[in-house]
């Protein structure tokens, strides 16, 4: 799905070409994304559309007749979907019914330097890290992807992210104005609890954990990144067409 453009000019320009339109005026893409956040729709209703919060899930809201939709927009490859500061997400980690074996586990693995805590002397790289370590590794997937951690683990990462008081997505659309894949997020957590997925790191479904930079020369200036955390979605493409197939098989 080609397009040079940022991902923020990628927002920019759905705003645009949604934005104080007619349904009647949208491209075909367009109508069909919009029809399904709003069934009953009209050619004459007029749409809102502008940018969510900074730091906040949604990237873009629609709106129509006083009915809001939050939608989260992705483009192009090796999606980042998530990051945050390790502490924060070990706190986040101690509401989920894990053992604290997979939570020490996964602290290593972060670290990477013999530690729980970043204060090691020796830092290894994540290939090396698993080679040594994928019995620990399954041990932190085999919990993570219960299915009631699972579920919340999702709906932090794309679709509430790091606070309860942020507004949450609905919805992720991923591609640009003409051309376009979405699911909501009722549909993105089914698919993901009712599916195995092949993945020797740590992951959430088909979501890949991963550090900022492991900063392995001790760089002072990149030094802050080992303190985060970051999601990436890979499969994204590939999983919302599977998800676009099965809702149009149950249609």
Request: proline share 2%; hydrophobic share 35%; glycine share 6%.
């Amino acid at each position: 799905m080609g397009s040079n453009t940022s991902g923020f000019q990628n927002e920019t320009d759905l705003i645009s070409a949604l934005s104080n339109k007619l349904y009647a005026e949208l491209n075909d893409n367009l109508k069909k994304f919009i029809s399904f956040l709003f069934p009953q729709v009209n050619n004459n209703d007029k749409i809102k559309c502008y940018s969510g919060m900074v730091g906040q899930k949604p990237d873009i809201i629609i709106e129509i007749n006083n009915k809001r939709k939050n939608v989260s927009i992705k483009k192009g490859s090796g999606n980042s979907v998530h990051q945050e500061d390790i502490d924060l997400f070990m706190d986040f980690l101690t509401t989920l019914d894990i053992s604290e074996e997979a939570k020490i586990e996964l602290l290593k693995y972060h670290w990477a330097d013999g530690t729980t805590d970043g204060s090691g002397k020796i830092r290894v790289s994540s290939a090396e890290y698993k080679a040594e370590h994928q019995k620990e590794i399954d041990l932190i997937n085999s919990e993570l992807n219960k299915r009631e951690p699972l579920t919340k683990l999702i709906t932090r990462v794309l679709f509430k992210g790091k606070s309860d008081k942020f507004d949450e997505a609905d919805v992720v659309y991923y591609g640009t104005i003409n051309e376009g894949h979405w699911a909501t997020k009722d549909e993105i957590i089914k698919y993901m609890l009712n599916n195995k997925f092949a993945i020797n790191s740590i992951h959430f479904g088909p979501l890949t954990y991963q550090i900022w930079n492991r900063c392995l020369n001790f760089n002072p200036n990149t030094e802050n990144r080992r303190n985060v955390m970051q999601v990436k979605w890979g499969s994204l493409e590939r999983d919302l067409l599977i998800i676009e197939k099965e809702r149009v098989e149950n249609e």
